[in-house]
Antibody
């Protein structure tokens, strides 16, 4: 059973960098069949894809966030991470890590972390 | 970017009744359409993929249909645990886009 777990600070100050880690258990992030990604959900709102990373390290970002986002893999720890710079109150959201397949017909998100609320506030 | 539009925004249904949720894509997504259920304080859970295939462990009362631009999620007889928000997502065009959600509430 694949499990994903987000971790990181629950509060970040405006203009600073949000940093989160997703730890994967029950499977390897080095698989060439999966993308690993981040999705966020502002309070009371819908889902927004932030970006994804492939086992090779190739990354794909939401164009609206691309200038501020970095996603990295740490295969030694079976983790991947998210950094979002220059945060504002608009970045307050529950952040989820999730897995999706690589073939077009499998690119739905079948495994999700439980989510972690990050509040941007001074 | 493909825009996904869900309707209605809120659906009031009595337990035991049928619920029908709609999702429309701004251009064809073939059958590359997923449905997710989200309960308060929980992560979304995959219900349906490929427009009509139930994910592992999903009860048979959930069914999906459609292709191209028009899709439907039907819950045949609502149980108390089915009251939640439902999202559709197209994954035909990278990176995939979500609809705004339909909240199914108790009537």
């Amino acid at each position: 059973q694949l499990l994903l777990q987000e971790s990181g600070p629950g509060m970040v100050k405006p203009s600073e960098t949000l940093s989160l880690t997703c730890t994967v258990s029950g499977g390897s992030i080095s698989s060439n069949n999966y993308y690993w990604g981040w999705i966020r959900q502002p309070p009371g709102k819908g889902l927004e894809w932030i970006g994804s990373i492939y086992y090779s390290g190739s990354t794909y970002y939401n164009p609206s966030l691309e200038s501020r986002v970095t996603i990295l893999l740490d295969t030694s720890k079976n983790q991947f991470s998210l950094k979002l710079t220059s945060v504002t109150a608009a970045d307050t959201a529950v952040y989820y890590c999730a897995k999706r397949g690589t073939a077009v017909v499998t690119r739905f998100f079948d495994y999700w972390g439980q989510g972690t609320l990050v509040t941007v506030s001074s | 970017e493909i825009v996904m539009t869900q309707s209605p925004a809120t659906l009031s249904v009595s337990p035991g009744e049928r619920a029908t949720l709609s999702c429309r894509a701004s251009q064809s997504v073939s059958s590359n359409l997923a449905w997710y259920q989200q309960k308060p304080g929980q992560a979304p859970r995959l219900l349906i993929y490929g427009a009509s295939t139930r994910a592992t462990g999903i009860p048979a009362r959930f069914s999906g249909s459609g292709s191209g631009t028009e899709f439907t999620l039907t819950i045949s007889s609502l149980q108390s645990e089915d009251f939640a928000v439902y999202y559709c997502q197209q994954y035909n065009n990278w990176p995939g886009t979500f609809g705004g959600g339909t909240k199914v509430e108790i009537k």
